[in-house]
């Protein structure tokens, strides 16, 4: 099971470095420089601060995943508390686009709702992906 588990940790780690790259797409595909020019610069300061977070952050879960998916299993505390987090990280994602977002502005169009399942179908996977290495970090811990 360890190396089926650190298998899907590296795919996820190329995924999440893909989702990382594609989000830099995002700002003129939802129009972001028009949408803020309409908030108090402090409002677009704090945005635009988030969306970097979010970027490092995906890209930094990435890399780790991608260069040293070997040590994500390896049982240990830290290692159950990192997938732990980055489990909780993509789980929350996937509430927050359910229960929290407003839908009625989205995009149409055939590729956006394309787009759409691949992203919540990438967030999906990678919730249970660290969510079992989690588990396997928690049993061997």
């Known amino acids: ?16 470095i893909t989702l ?14 028009t949408e803020l020019a309409k908030v108090q610069p402090l409002i677009k300061q ?10 490092a952050i995906n890209l930094s879960f990435g890399l780790l995943s991608v260069f040293d998916f070997k040590e994500l299993t390896n ?3 830290l290692t159950m508390l990192v997938t732990g ?3 909780l990280y993509w789980i929350s994602r996937i509430l927050i686009q359910f229960l929290y977002f407003d839908r009625s ?12 399942i691949t992203l919540v179908t990438l967030f999906i996977s990678l919730s249970v992906i660290y969510s079992l290495a989690f588990y396997f970090n928690y ?3």
């Open 46 to 55: 704090m945005f635009w601060t988030y969306a970097g977070y979010i970027f």
């Open 85 to 87: 987090f980055i489990a």
């Open 139 to 141: 049993q061997h811990n």
């Open 20 to 33: 990382a790259i594609g989000s830099l797409a995002i700002p003129p595909i939802l129009n972001w420089r």
């Open 75 to 77: 049982g240990s505390t």
């Open 105 to 116: 502005n989205f995009p149409a169009g055939f590729w956006n709702v394309m787009a759409e």
């Open 1 to 16: 099971m360890p190396n089926s588990i650190q298998q899907c940790i590296y795919f996820a780690g190329l995924a999440q």
